[in-house]
């Protein structure tokens, strides 16, 4: 199982830009999202979405940021608008999967930089 990360880069305070995650090897995904971790500090999530559609976002970024998932193509993303500079920091999509067993795998994904600029 691989996660692919797309999108991140330099924006300008108030600017917008939108992260996608492709997982291939695995055609059963249960919940899918986004972490962030920035410089000295904790790695927190940001966004989840289910395999059911039921999402959920930090309070920090909710009413900014949209998190949405193609479960036809196993791929989730990240909207983010109205950037502020706290937004700043490393960006890592995630993966859960059923196993045989009673506990889910989860998989990450390799880290997308996002940087926002005042």
């Known amino acids: 199982v691989q996660l692919q990360a797309f999108g991140g880069g330099l924006v300008q305070v108030g600017g917008s830009l939108r992260l996608s995650c492709a997982v291939s090897g695995s055609l059963a995904v249960n919940a899918m999202g986004w972490y962030r971790q920035a410089p000295g500090k904790q790695r927190e999530l940001v966004a989840l979405?289910?395999?059911?559609?039921?999402?959920q976002h930090a309070d920090s970024v909710r009413g900014r940021f949209a998190i949405s998932r193609d479960n036809t193509k196993n791929t989730v993303d990240l909207q983010m608008n109205n950037l502020k500079p706290e937004d700043t920091a490393t960006y890592f999509c995630?993966?859960?999967?059923?196993?045989?067993?009673?506990?889910?795998?989860?998989?990450w994904g390799p880290g997308t930089q996002v940087t926002v600029s005042s």
């Open positions: 995630y993966a859960r999967f059923p196993t045989t067993g009673p506990y889910e795998h989860t998989q």
């Open positions: 979405v289910t395999s059911g559609g039921n999402r």
